[in-house]
């Protein structure tokens, strides 16, 4: 499985005086300059001072440009190796297990060489713990015994940085795994797409309960956080299922009494959040429980908000508009898509002006969570690819986002990673457990990504699409991906040639537009193999071409997934966009 979730950390051990151009900082400085993103681990030269202590230096490894410079006390660190019959300390294994790649610098003196006796195992042997061993010399044959204690050891001289970034980028940028997958170790984020250092706010509050056969815990959950009556908004699709039973036996077991509300579309309108906190209201309701897909989960929320703050749904459409918590909220998603159990987020179509947009605010996000992959068996084939490719969509814009940050791209590379390998066994083999599994989880992340990043074009092109013509939205952001996809490359082609890599791409040669060229054609091949149309001419619902223009005035009101997105659109360009969606035009 590809390593996505941290930059890698290459170890450079040595003794270097803060501020001079270490060869360990010119190889830095050199995959800097390459595009890769490089974390250290640097010793000090006093003992008993803990990372970072204040008053330490990182020296001429942030002046090469890297990433993350961590200081470690030697006798906290490996320079204890140089007393062999001392054991690491709990720290240096700590550090360790997340190293990738080890050298060792600067030993110019024979006598020097005890120094690196981590090396030849003694104590923890670093071998075994670590993917890789280099170390630097002006003289070869100091290293002659060490030679004989490591398997393939490396050797350069101390005036190759060139050579020695040439290996590390030719031998540990992509090693086979024992799954035979790729990993990246050190092309995770590249250059000027890292966006990890800008701030950022998470706010994740939702109490997560994953597994087949979880749902049967919802009356315990529901007693959890003090309820006693509950609404259960559910998709009329469960009832004609046969699936409410599923939900409504975990309530009666605990006797907790409830009342149905399935008056749910697939693109709700306001009304229903409204017609929903009144049925709650009546009946005395201090619970909402949402279980469905995203439209059934997004009613309930604005319930849940609704009954403790009064008025309208459409009172609070927009940002930050909600200002009192609302009643105890739990959602258990039957489709893996929008990952709505975890977001801030509900939308609507709003009757009155057809628009489609959304409420935003912390108080809108559930309580807690149950995610049972089991609900998901029983979906069909075509919803579980809408629902799939919406989920990707999420992950994908919200990697590219320009709010993206370090923890949004943890989330959105390993839910792409998840959704593209899963999916096609999801619709090929609805009772796949292990992958519907999969999906619930991508699905997950997807969701907590676009909590903390956002979403891009692709979104506020599908809005149009759902509030005048009644495509789902999923359905909407499958179709319209590859094209706006095509469109953004030029906004960020490292993050897009690192995509074409996760969707399974081999882009080994090849230049980064090239390179992330191959992430539409990954995107596009992705929906034929689950059944999306290629077009928007291709959808049920007739969509006249002439409204394109219309279409894209809308888009372009939806203002923060605008924003977000890696390329600055004009009214211009998201009609290019609409006109090659229609037309099935794919230029690369």
């Not at 030679?147 to 190759?160: G, H």
């Not at 605990?254 to 009342?259: D, Q, T, W």
């Given at each position: 499985m590809m390593r996505l979730t941290m930059p890698p950390i290459i170890t450079f051990i040595g003794w270097h005086d803060s501020g001079k151009t270490t060869l360990a900082a010119l190889v830095v400085r050199l995959l800097k300059e390459r595009g890769y993103s490089v974390a250290v681990i640097k010793s000090t030269k006093e003992t008993g001072l803990l990372p970072n202590q204040e008053g330490t230096d990182t020296g001429s490894y942030s002046k090469a440009g890297a990433d993350a410079v961590t200081l470690v006390a030697p006798d906290q660190l490996v320079m204890t190796a140089a007393h062999p019959e001392k054991n690491l300390p709990a720290l240096a294994r700590r550090f360790f297990s997340d190293v990738d790649l080890v050298i060792g610098e600067g030993f110019k003196k024979a006598e020097k060489v005890p120094k690196i006796e981590v090396f030849r195992g003694q104590g923890t042997r670093l071998c075994d713990q670590v993917s890789g061993v280099i170390a630097l010399a002006t003289d070869q044959e100091i290293y002659q015994d060490?030679?004989?204690?490591?398997?393939?050891?490396?050797?350069?001289?101390?005036?190759?940085?060139?050579?020695i970034a040439d290996f590390i980028e030719k031998e540990y940028i992509r090693v086979p795994s024992a799954q035979g997958r790729k990993i990246q170790l050190i092309k995770i984020r590249q250059g000027?797409?890292?966006?990890?250092?800008?701030?950022?706010?998470?706010?994740?509050?939702?109490?997560?309960?994953?597994?087949?056969?979880?749902?049967?815990?919802?009356?315990?959950?529901?007693?959890?956080?003090?309820?006693?009556?509950?609404?259960?908004?559910?998709?009329?699709?469960?009832?004609?299922?046969?699936?409410?039973?599923?939900?409504?036996?975990?309530?009666?077991?605990?006797?907790?009494?409830?009342?149905?509300?399935?008056?749910?579309?697939?693109?709700?309108g306001l009304k229903l959040a409204d017609n929903g906190c009144a049925i709650a209201k009546e009946a005395g309701c201090d619970c909402v429980v949402g279980a469905g897909g995203g439209s059934a989960m997004d009613v309930a929320k604005a319930i849940a908000?609704?009954?403790?703050?009064?008025?309208?749904?459409?009172?609070y459409l927009g940002l930050g508009l909600i200002k009192k918590p609302g009643v105890p909220k739990i959602m258990i998603p039957t489709s893996a898509g929008t990952g709505a159990e975890?977001?801030?987020?509900?939308?609507?179509?709003?009757?009155?002006?057809?628009?489609?947009?959304?409420?935003?605010?912390?108080?809108?996000?559930?309580?807690?969570?149950?995610?049972?992959?089991?609900?998901?068996?029983?979906?069909?084939?075509?919803?579980?690819?809408?629902?799939?490719?919406?989920?990707?969509?999420?992950?994908?814009?919200?990697?590219?986002?320009?709010?993206?940050?370090?923890?949004?791209e943890m989330y959105s590379l390993e839910a792409i990673d998840l959704?593209?390998?899963?999916?096609?066994?999801?619709?090929?083999n609805g009772g796949n457990l292990e992958a519907r599994s999969a999906m619930l989880m991508g699905s997950l992340l997807g969701g907590k990504a676009l909590a903390t990043a956002g979403v891009g074009l692709v979104h506020a092109m599908a809005y149009p699409m759902g509030g005048m013509f009644g495509v789902p939205h999923g359905l909407a952001n499958a179709v319209l991906l590859p094209y706006v996809v095509q469109y953004n490359l030029p906004g960020n082609y490292e993050k897009f040639a690192l995509l074409a890599e996760v969707l399974g791409q081999n882009t080994e040669g090849l230049s980064r537009r090239d390179a992330a060229s191959l992430c539409v054609e990954a995107l596009y091949d992705l929906n034929a193999d689950v059944g999306i149309p290629a077009s928007l001419?291709?959808?049920?619902?007739?969509?006249?071409?002439?409204?394109?223009?219309?279409?894209?005035?809308?888009?372009?009101?939806?203002?923060?997934?605008?924003?977000?997105?890696p390329r600055r659109p004009s009214l211009a360009d998201v009609i290019a966009v609409y006109e090659r969606a229609y037309r099935h035009e794919i230029v690369l």
């Open positions: 060490l030679n004989q204690e490591i398997s393939s050891p490396l050797f350069f001289f101390l005036n190759q940085p060139g050579k000027k797409i890292m966006n990890s250092m800008q701030p950022f706010t998470v706010t994740q509050p939702t109490r997560l309960q994953f597994g087949a056969g979880t749902v049967k815990d919802l009356g315990k959950t529901v007693k959890e956080f003090n309820g006693s009556k509950v609404l259960l908004v559910v998709d009329p699709g469960l009832v004609k299922a046969g699936m409410l039973d599923r939900l409504t036996a975990p309530l009666e077991q605990e006797g907790i009494p409830f009342v149905v509300y399935d008056e749910i579309d697939p693109e709700p908000i609704l009954l403790t703050n009064g008025g309208k749904a459409v009172d975890v977001t801030f987020t509900a939308v609507f179509i709003n009757e009155e002006t057809g628009s489609k947009g959304g409420m935003n605010g912390d108080p809108l996000y559930p309580d807690a969570a149950i995610l049972d992959p089991e609900l998901t068996l029983s979906l069909p084939a075509k919803v579980t690819a809408y629902t799939g490719i919406d989920a990707l969509t999420h992950a994908l814009e919200a990697y590219t986002s320009t709010q993206a940050h370090l923890i949004s959704i593209a390998r899963n999916l096609p066994a999801a619709c090929a001419k291709d959808l049920d619902m007739d969509i006249p071409f002439d409204q394109i223009p219309k279409m894209a005035e809308i888009a372009l009101t939806v203002t923060r997934p605008v924003e977000n997105n």
